[in-house]
């Protein structure tokens, strides 16, 4: 069968959307009334699918305190379309997120999305962030813009923004999680809620421990999560503090022969020469984060007229030993957001909103010791700063009852400053430039809206880029060196059209969305490894290159009696890109799977002894993925079909759960090291985990 056509197969089996409310133990985020203004600094379910809906084009609302785990960020986003996420090592390191392409390129994975928290940007100044340090447990909801169809001024990529919304001691009491899995996962949290009269507040601590699956790829993280809010005369204040504290091992790519052969091991547990060269065991490449946030949003006004300050600061000690350089970075982040919303009648809604974010980083590069892993000669030593200064306008006029317009005008103003310590040599760069989007609503039925956009994008190479660091022969490592490379802006303009509604009505409504756009990209930033799977340097591709995809995702449930149901998601993700002309013409750009679905069929049933859900899930990669850009025969990440297997007791304020997932114990390369040119002998794949169980049980007091 075809594969466009097994995946609308695929899509035709199970997924659920929102669950009845028999399903959940309490609710943890607000129906509130229609419009923002009824709870405008925390999450409201009714609001942002309200707002979502005016957006004319591709989003995405998660809702995580639905899922059974929420351990890594692929358990909360696994089944949305359009976001595909490729595993590390399958715990809490740094697995690659991608929408439309966007960022794939970079290693590690740091830029081509702006993350939110409550609406603030995560990203440092320069647009790269530690996926990481995401504690996917404390957010209500997760509210995707794919592509230009953002909302706030600091988002102008390709990729688009992710909002993590966060849990409040309006939405919950008190919560205690556990969880235990094979290869030593372990996982905890406690989480209390007060709420008083004009106030409430929620403090949440939690604790993650993975032995690991192959070789040398133990990781832990531990995170506090606090925020308090305060509302009275129109006007609310809320102030939230994260700390995060980030450890893991990196256990590095393989030759793609050990995939199948030895998927647990790592480059040092054979006699070659390659692995005497890159023995991990020696060499010990690790990552080591830890980031203080502190952050502060007001809202006061009317729903005529509604103004927001968001403030914020961050500070973030990072080091990333990879298995011949070890980066130290030291940043501080400082920024600002404010926004107006207003509305003239019932047809017009305007905005207008500016952003200001500054980082100073310093950055110093060690060579590492081939005999010992330790750190030796200084090579590189950068002060490092960037600074945006964003602003946006925009408006959704209702030109019919059907019909609706929205129009959005971003202006960016970008500088990437860079200076070595050591040579003196220094690179400022500066670049301004507008992103305007035009699009259209058409409320075709009252459950199904069709829109189409047009859009363009910018994007700024972050300092990962920027500051180029080498070790030519991993043998030698004098022979270490660093330099500061002139880089462009990434452009692109994009088509996009797409519809999304629902069969039926209430809780066993059909929901579903399609969305089919097309990106022509200019000065592409790539970034290739060098045969040892160690990063090379990053260009902009001259030659022109195309984005293409179809977004696809359906869900709902089955009724099976009075007291049974079948719920069911599934998604499709389809990358269609390649290179127009220049070196590569026609071949496709290395990185992301062709074809992703995601697919989960649950059988439910409520009776004395609580509600159980249980049933089977399958993550399918139907094609061959090429990891290098010259798309060399056998250089490619083969397919895979993995079968997972789910099982769930509610009973009041208890939620117990079992997972199960890769039953057939399929050997597989979960994600690679993206080169110009590649052979399958060279290290450069990442085997995927084993077979694996967990256990949890969460409860909610």
Not at 48 to 67: F, I, K, S, Y
Not at 186 to 194: I, P, R, S, T
């Amino acid at each position: 069968m075809h594969p466009i056509a097994c995946a609308l197969a695929l899509l035709a089996l199970p997924a659920h959307a929102d669950e009845p409310a028999a399903v959940l133990p309490a609710v943890t985020v607000r129906a509130d009334a229609a419009g923002e203004g009824a709870a405008p600094l925390r999450p409201s379910l009714l609001a942002e699918r309200e707002r979502l809906a005016r957006v004319p084009g591709g989003t995405n609302l998660a809702l995580p305190q639905q899922e059974a785990r929420l351990t890594t960020l692929r358990d909360v986003l696994d089944y949305q379309p359009g976001v595909v996420i490729q595993d590390f090592f399958g715990a809490t390191d740094q697995p690659r997120l991608s929408i439309r392409g966007s960022g794939i390129q970079s290693n590690p994975v740091n830029r081509g999305v702006v993350l939110l928290q409550d609406g603030l940007p995560l990203n440092e100044a320069d647009g790269s962030f530690i996926i990481g340090t995401l504690e996917p447990r404390n957010s209500a909801l997760v509210s995707v813009r794919r592509g230009a169809n953002t909302l706030t001024p600091s988002a102008t990529t390709l990729g688009g923004e992710l909002d993590f919304q966060s849990l409040t001691g309006s939405d919950q009491k008190g919560l205690a999680r556990a969880e235990f899995g094979s290869f030593g996962r372990k996982a905890l949290q406690g989480a209390v809620g007060l709420v008083g009269e004009q106030w409430d507040g929620r403090i949440s601590v939690s604790g993650d421990r993975f032995d690991g699956y192959r070789h040398h790829s133990a990781s832990q993280r531990d995170a506090l999560h606090a925020n308090v809010g305060f509302q009275g005369d129109g006007v609310e204040n809320r102030s939230y503090l994260s700390w995060t504290d980030l450890e893991f091992e990196i256990p590095n790519v393989v030759p793609k022969d050990r995939v199948g052969s030895a998927p647990r091991g790592v480059m040092g547990d054979g006699s070659t020469p390659q692995d005497q060269l890159l023995n991990i065991y020696r060499r010990d490449p690790r990552r080591e984060a830890q980031q203080l946030r502190l952050a502060n949003r007001t809202r006061w006004g009317s729903d005529a007229l509604r103004q927001e300050l968001g403030l914020y600061w961050q500070d973030t000690d990072d080091w990333f030993k990879d298995p011949t350089v070890g980066t130290r970075t030291d940043s501080r982040t400082l920024g600002a957001q404010w926004r107006m919303d207003g509305q003239a009648g019932a047809q017009l809604r305007w905005h207008t909103a500016l952003a200001w974010s500054r980082s100073h980083m310093d950055r110093r590069l060690q060579a590492v010791s081939p005999a010992n892993g330790s750190e030796l000669q200084l090579f590189g030593d950068y002060g490092l700063r960037a600074e945006n200064l964003q602003g946006q306008l925009g408006a959704d006029w209702r030109v019919a009852p059907a019909w609706s317009v929205a129009g959005q005008l971003g202006w960016s103003r970008q500088s990437r400053d860079a200076s070595s310590r050591q040579t003196g040599q220094r690179l400022d760069q500066q670049w301004t430039f507008a992103t305007p989007k035009i699009g259209v609503n058409w409320q075709a039925t009252p459950a199904t809206r069709v829109w189409a956009n047009v859009s363009r994008s910018q994007e700024a190479p972050t300092f990962w880029e920027i500051v180029a660091a080498t070790v030519p022969n991993p043998a030698n490592p004098a022979t270490a060196s660093s330099s500061l490379t002139q880089l462009d802006l990434q452009r692109a303009t994009t088509w996009e059209i797409g519809s999304q509604g629902r069969w039926g009505e209430g809780a066993r409504a059909t929901q579903w969305q399609l969305a089919y756009y097309r990106s022509q990209v200019a000065d592409e930033i790539l970034s290739v490894s060098n045969a040892y799977g160690q990063p090379l340097g990053t260009t902009n591709y001259a030659g022109g290159t195309r984005h293409q995809g179809v977004e696809a995702g359906l869900s709902g449930s089955w009724a099976l009696g009075a007291n049974g149901a079948l719920d069911w998601r599934g998604s499709w993700t389809y990358s269609d890109f390649r290179f127009k002309d220049g070196a590569y013409a026609g071949n496709r750009i290395a990185g992301v799977p062709r074809h992703l679905i995601n697919a989960e069929l649950m059988w439910r049933s409520a009776t004395a002894l609580g509600t159980w859900r249980l049933g089977p899930n399958l993550r399918w990669m139907p094609k061959d993925t090429p990891i290098d850009h010259a798309n060399t025969p056998g250089s490619t990440q083969d397919s895979y079909a993995l079968l997972g297997f789910k099982l769930e007791w509610t009973q009041g304020p208890w939620r117990a759960y079992l997972m199960a997932e890769n039953l057939t114990g399929r050997r597989y390369a979960s994600s690679f090291a993206i080169r110009d040119k590649a052979t399958a002998a060279q290290p450069g794949y990442l085997p995927g985990l084993g077979r694996s169980v967990a256990v949890g049980v969460n409860y909610l007091f």
